[in-house]
């Protein structure tokens, strides 16, 4: 014969289930603000990479009108400036901010607002594909070159040293930072 529950053990189980739907119905709440949060975080995410690569833009398009007048003076008699340039071949890719070509030379240029020692070991990647990735360029000379607006002496001097020209704001105009004794990388 079954025995019946006093009935404080009865209030006592009511009461545990009251409690238990109000947690559960706490985290579903909990749950729903965390998938919202999450959803404005990953727009907030997407608005500051969109704005990093409008500042990228933007650098490209204060170094591009330099960069014939500058290369010109450190004797680069530049012909062409193609900007955005991306390139697929053999399972490899290569995106380039901006190719200063002539007849024999070219220089790979990358853009960055604020240029770090990982952005000119990256670019020293990329310009190793060149030829790879452009067979037409194989028989030319490919030089390497940064631009930024913000850049650390350190990383500025790092850049110079693997033997890239070093482009850098100097109030609204671009300057070639290296000296008369750079000696220009060639791959």
Known sequence: MEQALPLDAVAFFKEVRDLYKETDRKFQETDRKLQDLAVKIEKVNSSIGDLGNRLGEFVEEMVRPAAVKLFQERGIDVHQVSRDVHVKRDGDEVEIDLLVVNDGELVVVECKSNLSIDDVNEHIERVSKVKKMFPH?????????????????????????????VLCQSGDTMEIRNDDKFKARVW
């Open 137 to 165: 360029y194989r028989d030319m000379k490919v030089m390497g070159a940064v631009a930024s607006m913000v850049m650390q002496e350190n990383v500025g001097l790092y850049a110079y040293k693997k033997g890239f020209s």
